[in-house]
Structure formats: structure tokens, C-alpha cells
């Protein structure tokens, strides 16, 4: 039986939706009721998948959770999973995301934090060390938080090579390791900081988000605070392709599971006006790297819209014809079961949607 695991984090906790042989999607109470979940990921890399939750309590603070029952029971460490060393004088305020690695480092599963740190698990997520070499980055003392704080969202791995690294800060940029994270360089030569007196800086880039091409793993898709993006050359150069769309402010990027050369964006109006571009809600997808852009909006809302869509609330599941889905600030979650072609309101009303996942499990 296939079916396709949905886990939509919001304000309020986590939602899991689950649809069997292409039947009624169906949702469970909410977990981590009244906790804030930044970050989920599925695990499947063991015999059975493992979940993974940052969720922020505001009694007890951040913790990071698994299940491998697919939500009917959760562990919690007895230490906390992901705590900064005392000498670096900082504190967890939140995990922002969670990214297990692929086959090429089995059991490794990394954290991105705010203050703006990675973290590295190899026990599949119950213990988490601190990445010092990007910790002690020379540039580090210049990072300045963005509008959301100073958090690194975004992890990359590469499944032809396990010493190899790509994660983005906000608002430090790009960063890229080639020998597991002992060394690291900036890479965002052709990014824009709109918003520095010097707007091609070697690094203070505003990156909102990255996704990998699903045919050249050497592509890489960015939205940008203003731009979006295309690398070549794993991160090393980009070029703007945000060309056509009604505006290339945004948060969210995802890639099509199997297509090379598909990606999806949310536009935005601006970074002064954070609703959707032009009031209408919109998905916009690219079948060609970017050199044009298709809105894609047949089952969407078609009057007035202000649902903003954050940089973790759009994703792809792995199914053929892929499952595109995105959550707003409105508490709106639509989906696509066809690539996008046309949505569907799975729920209304959810609290303020801060991240979702999907997975085709078998």
C-alpha cells in the first residue's frame, strides 16, 4: 500500500496527514499542542522512518523529537539533543532545521540553528555536536540577524559525496565545505544584497532558501531577500533568473522530485509588503532552470489574497506525478497531486503554518 506521510508544523504544533492509495487525505490531533514547530524531517534511511520535530516550547524551550511509529509516540533525550558548548557562550533559541544526510553518511542527521550554527548527529538524531570550524568562521563576527533572526535554514548534502556540505544563513549567505565541514567558504558571488552599501559583499547575502535540481546535482536553486537565483557549479556562481515572475522577493523554493530543471516559487510583493505578489495567490513553477516562469493557480483562491507562504511551508513529496504543497500564514494548506497543474484546500484554519514536509512511503 502507498501511501504519502504530510507533516505540516505550525505556531500551535504538528499536524500529520496521511493519504493511502491516492484516497481522502486524513489528519491527526494536533502533537506539541501549543508548541512552536520550526523544523520536521523524514528519515527512512533505517528499517523503519523516522520523524523528526524541532519544537519550541515556551515553558520549556527548544527540543528536538523522533518517533519511528510515525507519530503514535514521541522520545525526547534525557540532555538535551542540540545545546551549545559552554565556552561559546551562546543558547539555543530554536532549531530551524533538520536535514538527514543520504547514503553516503548513514545515520547522519544535521541540525541548523539560530544563534546561526550547524550541528552534526550520527546516531539519527538523539545527539547533536556543534560544527566548529563554521562556529569560528573569520567572517562570523560580522553575520547580522535578518528580519526573522539569525538562523541557519538551509542544509544541502550531496549524495555523491559525504564530505561535501552546502547551508545558508540568514544573513550571512552561502556556505560550502568540501572536507566534512573542516573548512568553509562563502559562495555568493552574482547574489545581491539590495539592502548593503556595497550590494556584491563576499558574504551578508539575505538567502531565504536553496533547493537542489533533481537531474544536475550541481543545480541549485535560491530565493533571495530580492532575487532568485540559479547555480551551476554547486553554489560556486549564480545568475538571476527571476525574469518573468510578477516579483522575485520571496521565501520558499522547492525542487520537482525527478524533473531536472523544475522548480516552484511563492512570490511576494516585497519585502514591505510580505502578502502574496499582486494579492493573488500563486504557485510559479519552471520547467526550463529558470528561463521562463508558468503560475500555476487552477483550484487557488481567485479573488484577494494575503496568505504569506514562509521558506519552510512549500515542498515536494518523491510520488510520480509528484505532490507539491505549501502552508500560508493565513493556516491555509493546499496541495497538488499533479505536479502542480491544479490544488486542492486540504485544511483551513490551522494555526500560522511555519514549515512542511512530505514523503511517499512503500
Known amino acids: 500500500m502507498a501511501e504519502v506521510l504530510l ?77 551549545f558548548p559552554k565556552d561559546t557562550g551562546a543558547s539555543l533559541e530554536r532549531v530551524w532545521q533538520l536535514q538527514p544526510a543520504g547514503p553516503e553518511a548513514p545515520d547522519v542527521v544535521y541540525a541548523g540553528t539560530e544563534p546561526a550554527a550547524l550541528f552534526r548527529s550520527t546516531d539519527r538524531g538523539e545527539s547533536f555536536e556543534l560544527v566548529r570550524a563554521l562556529w569560528e568562521h573569520p567572517s562570523r563576527s560580522q553575520w547580522q540577524p535578518g528580519g526573522g533572526g539569525e538562523g541557519l535554514h538551509t542544509v544541502i548534502t550531496d549524495p555523491r559525496d559525504a564530505e561535501a556540505l552546502t547551508v545558508a544563513v540568514s544573513t550571512a549567505g552561502v556556505f560550502r565545505t568540501k572536507d566534512g565541514g573542516t573548512s568553509w567558504s562563502p559562495s555568493n558571488e552574482g547574489v545581491s544584497a539590495v ?8 558574504f551578508g547575502q539575505c538567502v531565504h532558501k536553496i533547493a537542489p ?54 512570490p511576494l510583493n516585497a519585502d514591505s ?49 509528484a505532490g507539491v504543497y505549501f502552508g500560508n500564514r493565513n493556516g491555509e494548506l493546499y496541495a497538488s497531486h499533479d505536479d502542480g497543474e491544479s490544488w486542492e484546500l486540504l485544511a483551513g484554519h490551522l494555526p500560522d503554518v511555519l514549515c512542511v514536509r512530505a514523503a511517499a512511503l512503500h
Open 195 to 202: 539592502f548593503l552599501p556595497d550590494q556584491h559583499p563576499e
Open 273 to 321: 509588503d510580505r502578502v502574496p505578489a499582486e494579492h493573488r495567490c500563486r504557485v510559479f513553477r519552471t520547467r526550463d532552470a529558470g528561463d521562463t516562469w508558468e503560475p500555476l493557480s487552477k483550484g487557488l483562491p481567485a479573488g484577494d489574497h494575503y496568505g504569506t507562504v514562509l521558506r519552510d511551508a512549500l515542498c515536494t513529496d518523491d510520488a510520480d506525478p
Open 213 to 266: 535540481d533533481a537531474g544536475d546535482r550541481d543545480r541549485l536553486y535560491l530565493q533571495n531577500h530580492w532575487g532568485v537565483y540559479r547555480s551551476d557549479d554547486a553554489g560556486a556562481r549564480w545568475t538571476d533568473i527571476g525574469g518573468g515572475l510578477p516579483s522575485d522577493f520571496g521565501f520558499a523554493v522547492a525542487a520537482h522530485p525527478h524533473r531536472a530543471d523544475t522548480a516552484f516559487v511563492f
Open 7 to 83: 507533516l505540516v508544523g505550525t505556531r500551535k504544533g504538528l499536524f500529520i496527514g496521511r493519504r493511502r492509495d491516492g484516497g481522502p487525505w486524513e489528519f491527526d490531533a494536533p502533537h506539541f499542542n501549543a508548541e512552536a514547530v520550526y523544523s520536521v524531517a523524514v528519515d527512512r534511511r533505517g528499517a523503519a522512518p523516522r520523524l523528526l520535530v524541532g519544537a519550541d516550547s515556551s515553558h520549556w524551550g527548544p527540543s528536538v523529537f523522533s518517533s519511528d511509529d510515525l507519530g503514535k509516540t514521541w522520545r525526547e533525550p534525557a540532555a538535551p539533543a542540540v545545546k
